[in-house]
């Protein structure tokens, strides 16, 4: 079954799985959360997501890259355009 974590449940879940405390997820940690939120991707699946998900191609996840992966996928509620 698939979580669907809210506004600061996201940013919740992107700090619990940001194991080097560094505001970013390489790809295992990117992993972590996909199974902590009951996403079943293989590992080529993440991989691609991930590197999709990484714009500016610096080899890790932001929080903001992390939360269009989210909002892609139907998991995050969309940011109101107001």
């Known amino acids: 079954m698939t979580t669907r974590p809210t506004g600061d449940d996201l940013h ?7 194991l080097g405390g560094d505001q970013r997820l390489d790809l295992m940690e990117f ?7 009951g996403l079943s991707w293989n590992r080529a699946e ?16 932001s929080f903001e890259e992390f939360r269009a992966v989210m909002e892609e996928q139907g998991l995050a509620p969309r940011p109101d355009p107001a």
């Open 12 to 18: 919740t879940v992107f700090t619990r799985a940001d």
């Open 31 to 37: 992993t972590l959360v996909l199974e902590d939120l």
């Open 46 to 61: 993440t991989q691609d997501r991930f590197e999709k998900a990484d714009g500016n191609l610096d080899g890790f996840i």
